[in-house]
């Protein structure tokens, strides 16, 4: 797991192919100074948008270039690793397995770990909760930090779940594919978009919403010894940490109320010459 079985090289076709991709969001990244420069941190952040996920991306792609040369990990469900090509280069990243020992693993590394408890439970919701805040009740992330000793660090994105139109987590079709059983899911998203219409897990086109994504500081119970099998204590931390989370989410979305028409305002705005004036067009 040593940093040095993955590309640290910022300039390398494959960071260049990821930087171009989430620059069609036209992301902005704040308060990456709460990221320690080195050391074991636990970066949380909320889901979105099922498998096109551009604040994954984004929030990563931010914590290398504040660690250059220190370990920085992401997470990824076995069914991502297991695809052809696919999972061999984001391995090559720095992306594990999405479960304890391995983020643990990283942990003891000295590395950045990057999770999103949620996990597909929320980045599937539906499009009508993209301004929630949905961790699905799930405190394994608490009890690793309180283990380990390291500070927990939330990234907190908006946007990117504008950007599709999740109709419904489809739980029940889930329950009769018994996807739980075999891949871990307990969802099976219906979604509305092009080029398929309403479809069950095909990926549409994502539209080009603005994402933001601000770096907290470290969470105050983080820095506090704790027992991490004390339940009222791990219950009372998850709630706290979901209440600065939605806070902060409230606040990038009062800023950015339409990211869908902030990001096509910003490609407009990139036009050359006076083709970046049709950005004005866009209310």
Not at 3 to 31: C, M, Q, S
Not at 40 to 60: C, K, Q, R
Not at 125 to 148: H, N, S, V, Y
């Amino acid at each position: 797991m040593r940093e040095t079985e993955h590309i640290r090289d910022l300039d390398h076709p494959l960071f260049k192919a990821a930087r171009a991709y989430t620059n069609y969001f036209t992301p902005t990244v704040t308060g990456v100074e709460n990221l320690p420069t080195s050391g074991p941190a636990l970066v949380i952040g909320n889901h979105s948008s099922i498998y096109w996920m551009p604040e994954v991306w984004i929030t990563y792609m931010a914590m290398l270039e504040r660690r250059p040369d220190e370990p920085s990990f992401g997470v990824a469900h076995d069914v991502v690793l297991g695809v052809p090509y696919i999972g061999d280069a984001i391995r090559r990243f720095g992306v594990i397995p999405a479960n304890r020992d391995a983020a643990a693993a990283g942990l003891k590394d000295g590395g950045a770990v990057l999770v999103y408890p949620g996990g597909d439970w929320e980045a599937c919701r539906p499009w009508t909760d993209r301004a929630k805040i949905d961790l699905a009740g799930r405190k394994g992330f608490i009890r690793l930090a309180l283990e380990m000793g390291v500070p927990v660090i939330p990234a907190v994105a908006n946007g990117g779940h504008d950007s599709i139109f999740v109709l419904s987590r489809g739980e029940r079709s889930a329950r009769l594919l018994q996807l739980d059983k075999l891949f871990r899911a307990k969802v099976f998203p219906y979604t509305l978009g092009v080029p398929f219409g309403v479809a069950p897990v095909v990926p549409q086109v994502p539209l080009p919403a603005t994402v933001d994504v601000s770096f907290l500081p470290a969470l105050d119970w983080s820095t506090q010894p704790g027992d991490p099998a004390d339940t009222d204590l791990v219950e009372s931390y998850y709630a706290r940490t979901v209440e600065v989370m939605q806070t902060e989410l409230d606040r990038l979305r009062a800023e950015t109320p339409r990211p869908v028409a902030t990001g096509i305002k910003n490609h407009l705005a990139d036009l050359p010459g006076p083709l970046s004036a049709l950005a004005a067009l866009v209310p």
